[in-house]
């Protein structure tokens, strides 16, 4: 199971910080990140591994957002920088336990078995 937290509405230019807790996985994991404006395809923004630690992030993010994990909580973050209102969406965050370590286009969504129900990011100008 896979829960997310943190969403809610900022100002253009504020932070806030997504968190992602994993129960019941009995093996490694990738954690990525998800997020889906109105409209607009899901995007695949940043993931990290779990056995290496390696970390992924889009062109769209990369710079303002960055990805960690607490192994001891089972939880994955996403630390959301410099916002801008083109950042509003619902975030997801879900789970590969295929993908140990990222592959190539590690964000494509058919790589990830588990998903959240999601959260709302909303950025105001």
């Known amino acids: 199971q896979l829960v997310e937290s943190g969403g809610g509405s900022v100002q253009a230019g504020g932070s806030r910080r997504l968190s992602c807790t994993a129960s019941?996985?009995?093996?490694?994991?990738?954690i990525g990140w998800f997020r889906q404006a109105p409209g607009k395809e899901r995007e695949g923004i940043s993931c990290i591994s779990s056995v290496d630690g390696s970390r992924y992030y889009s062109d769209s993010v990369k710079g303002r957002f960055t990805i960690s994990r607490d192994i001891a909580k089972n939880t994955v973050y996403l630390q959301m920088d410099r916002l801008q209102p083109e950042d509003t969406a619902v975030y997801s965050c879900?789970?590969?336990?295929?993908?140990?370590?990222?592959?190539?286009?590690?964000?494509?969504?058919?790589?990830?078995?588990?998903w959240g129900q999601g959260i709302q990011v909303t950025v105001s100008s």
């Open positions: 019941g996985f009995s093996s490694d994991y990738t």
């Open positions: 879900a789970a590969s336990t295929s993908m140990l370590r990222l592959w190539e286009l590690p964000t494509l969504a058919e790589y990830y078995e588990y």
